[in-house]
């Protein structure tokens, strides 16, 4: 009974029910929107563009994440800190760009297709969790690395065992801001070849069929939903296992 009250359940039930419905379901869309020709997206599945956009994500995340805290790292040690405002000014100018801009500049180096959408995607995803690396270590009190000192730890044993462990929290809040600005962004991926939840929305918009977006939309709106929760959860762990 517990789990029917958890709104995670209700969320991926209803992700996963969209997805096995909206290929079944052209009559209802056909009745909502009875002058457009054809009311139901059918070039891809909806399982196949799904995956396809939480792989964009991971991928696009994952190079933020080990990007983001690698360059945290490096600026809060004593032989970064001179190179710390240029590293957040590098990390803000990244977010600047509209990604659709990052993506016609990636093209012709990169070609079409994944890859200039997960660079997009690391520029846009890499500002909040450096940033939330650099709060989550400037955030541990001196007296916690004295004590890793005192107890024999060396260099490498304090910043995994004690700041980075500490900051934790910190990190996971800037890495679901992260995730949450790229499931977005993701959805402009099908501009350049690439597959994602997006295509239906840019297919629709281009051909003036609200039915498609409405259908893409849905589907990203859900999976934001989802991996917020999941990584909120994620994050609540952590504050309990640093305190």
């Given at each position: ?26 009559p209802l869309f056909a009745r909502w929107f009875p002058q457009l020709e054809r009311p139901l997206y059918q ?88 940033q939330g690396t650099l709060a989550g270590i400037d955030s541990v009190p001196a007296s916690n690395r004295e ?97």
């Amino acid at each position: 009974m517990q789990r029917l009250r958890d709104p995670l359940f209700w969320l991926l039930a209803l992700f996963l029910l969209l997805l096995w419905g909206l290929p079944h379901s052209a009559p209802l869309f056909a009745r909502w929107f009875p002058q457009l020709e054809r009311p139901l997206y059918q070039q891809e599945s909806f399982w196949q563009l799904a995956l396809a956009h939480l792989s964009l994500v991971l991928s696009g995340s994952a190079l933020a994440l080990l990007a983001g805290v690698g360059c945290a790292v490096f600026a809060t040690r004593r032989q970064g800190r001179a190179f710390r405002p240029l590293l957040e000014t590098l990390a803000a100018a990244g977010q600047t760009f509209p990604p659709v801009a990052v993506l016609a500049i990636a093209v012709p180096v990169m070609g079409f297709g994944a890859a200039p959408a997960i660079m997009a995607l690391f520029l846009y995803g890499l500002l909040p969790i450096l940033q939330g690396t650099l709060a989550g270590i400037d955030s541990v009190p001196a007296s916690n690395r004295e004590i890793a000192v005192g107890l024999g730890m060396g260099p490498w044993q304090r910043l995994w065992q004690v700041e980075l462990a500490l900051a934790a929290p910190v990190i996971m809040a800037g890495v679901r801001t992260s995730v949450m600005i790229n499931i977005g962004t993701a959805t402009i991926a099908s501009t350049v070849g690439a597959e994602s939840l997006g295509s239906p929305v840019i297919i629709g918009l281009s051909g003036f069929n609200t039915a498609y977006v409405i259908q893409g939309a849905l589907l990203v709106a859900l999976l934001a939903l989802i991996c917020d929760r999941v990584l909120e959860r994620i994050q609540r762990w952590l504050s309990g296992y640093a305190e």
